[in-house]
């Protein structure tokens, strides 16, 4: 069995860690979920102003791509170790993103044959909000898993 050094142990523990943060971010509830509406006043061309209630998709989107960047992170120092064991955890991470994915794709996420995720900005930004959050906001989902 082969045995990795404390320098790719720790990078995959960091990118593990990162990568719950950003999962954590996703799946918050409450008043720090990213899946809050906001409110937004917006001026009309006569002068007087409309407040409304809408989701900060930049926000919703940065959320997301983080996610997709701390996983490809993760995949990318796993692929550093020799150890089966992070193989295995790694390959069960990425048996669950398959079960995910025309969910995943629906939203503008995509698994590449390398494993790792990229997103598309605009159909994200587009993508029906009750989608992106059963995606990656509900109990059970694809970012608490």
């Known amino acids: 069995m082969a045995q990795d050094s404390a320098k790719t142990l720790s990078a995959i523990d960091s990118s593990a860690d990162k990568l719950k943060a950003s999962a954590d ?15 937004v006043t917006k001026k009309n061309e006569d002068g007087t102003t409309t407040t409304t209630k809408e989701y900060d998709m930049d926000a919703i989107y940065k959320a997301v791509s983080g996610f997709a ?3 490809n992170n993760l995949l990318d120092n796993v692929n550093k170790s020799g150890s089966a064991n992070v193989h295995k955890a ?3 991470m990425t048996n669950i993103t398959d079960i995910y ?15 790792r995720l990229s997103e598309d900005e605009e159909k994200l930004k587009s993508a029906d909000v009750s989608k992106l959050k059963s995606v990656f906001n509900n109990t059970p989902s694809f970012a608490s898993s």
Do not use: P, R
């Open 101 to 115: 994915k025309k969910s995943l794709a629906d939203v503008g996420v995509t698994i590449g044959a390398d494993k």
């Open 25 to 39: 971010a996703l799946t918050s509830k409450g008043e720090n979920s990213v899946f809050n509406q906001k409110e």
């Open 69 to 71: 960047t701390n996983y």
């Open 90 to 92: 790694a390959s069960n």
